[in-house]
């Protein structure tokens, strides 16, 4: 399994991030994915999951401006951040939510206020 997310960066505070994560070696399809983050010195904490089915959740904290979606042709999975702020500064990982496989490097956002 490999996952390969992008897309993360320095935003000021209320601007956008769209994070992509790349994954081959899967039944992408057919598997729930989920994007996660860890902000410093914080536990790794789950932040969306997205089912085969494109059935979303998002954790509360971030629910009226996260958005997970996926593309199960080019196996990918989406994070639209929005209205984003300081406390949103991690390093974000997607993974698989049942069986997760081996951590990444994750992609670095950073928002400055």
């Known amino acids: 399994v490999q996952l390969q997310a992008s897309g993360g960066g320095l935003v000021q505070a209320g601007g956008s991030l769209r994070l992509s994560c790349a994954a081959s070696?899967?039944?992408?399809?057919?598997?729930?994915m989920a994007w996660y983050r860890q902000a410093p010195g914080k536990q790794r904490e789950l932040v969306a999951t997205i089912s085969r089915s494109g059935t979303t959740n998002v954790t509360d904290s971030v629910k009226e401006r996260f958005t997970i979606s996926r593309d199960n042709v080019k196996k990918t999975v989406y994070l639209q951040m929005n209205s984003l702020e300081p406390e949103d500064t991690a390093v974000y990982y997607c993974n698989l939510y049942y069986s997760p496989a081996s951590w990444g490097k994750g992609t670095l956002v950073t928002v400055s206020s």
């Open positions: 070696g899967i039944l992408f399809s057919l598997t729930t």
